[in-house]
């Protein structure tokens, strides 16, 4: 089984300034994958960005990048320059491979504030 | 990414009636399909996976006689909550999954109210 804890139920960052969200995960499989996605208030999930258990670098899309630091089993997400419509909950995600692909269990989530 | 659409957007019900809700990936085909549930200020919850021509696979806790999946083709699975009743009420989001899994794709949720 897969666990994720997302330890921060809110977090506030002011404008263009950077912001860490914090995620960890706990899980027997050797391969996973490890998901962030944005959830607004109109409630659809938008994927953000993808880390492999085995990929050597951290994974980077636009203004967020994944600080995957496998030996402590934590996977934060890092959002650059914040933006006022980046005030969203956020969900960290693991999905094992094998044959169940794609299914996810997420973790609590963190409501991200952005003030002006 | 891809497109996953769900239909309603948003249902109100009587309670003991039956609501289906479908899921469709618009320009790929979904090999898995899954469905998830989410109340308020909550995580999301995986109920089912479906694969397209076979019986899906409940979480445990999850009633497969009252949240009953079909995934007929490889862009379209529906769920359909039988007898809804108020605890029901809930939103119902659904994702696809093409052949490598670090691709998934949700569909904007349906939100079921149950008078």
């Known amino acids: 089984a897969q666990k994720i804890t997302q330890t921060q139920p809110g977090m506030f960052v002011q404008e263009k300034e950077a912001v860490t969200l914090d995620c960890t995960y706990d899980?027997?499989?050797?391969?996973?994958?490890l998901f962030w996605y944005k959830q607004p208030s109109s409630g659809e999930m938008i994927f953000l960005i993808y880390q492999g258990s085995y990929d050597q670098q951290n994974a980077t899309e636009g203004r967020y990048s994944l600080n995957f630091q496998k030996a402590r089993k934590s996977a934060n997400l890092v959002i650059s320059a914040s933006q006022l419509g980046d005030s969203a909950m956020y969900f960290c995600a693991i999905g094992a491979g094998g044959t169940s692909y794609g299914k996810l269990t997420f973790g609590q989530g963190t409501i991200l504030t952005v003030h002006p | 990414g891809a497109v996953v659409s769900q239909h309603p957007s948003w249902v109100i019900c009587k309670s003991g009636t039956s609501v289906k809700i479908e899921c469709r990936s618009l320009d790929f085909q979904a090999t898995t399909m899954f469905w998830y549930r989410q109340f308020p200020k909550q995580s999301l919850m995986l109920m089912a996976t479906s694969n397209e021509g076979s019986k899906a696979t409940y979480e445990q806790g999850v009633e497969k006689d009252k949240f009953l999946i079909n995934h007929a083709s490889l862009t379209l699975s529906t769920l359909t909550v039988t007898s809804a009743h108020p605890e029901d009420s809930s939103f119902y989001i659904c994702s696809a999954s093409g052949d490598s899994y670090n691709e998934q794709f949700f569909g904007p949720g349906t939100r079921l109210t149950v008078l």
């Open positions: 899980t027997s499989d050797p391969s996973y994958g």
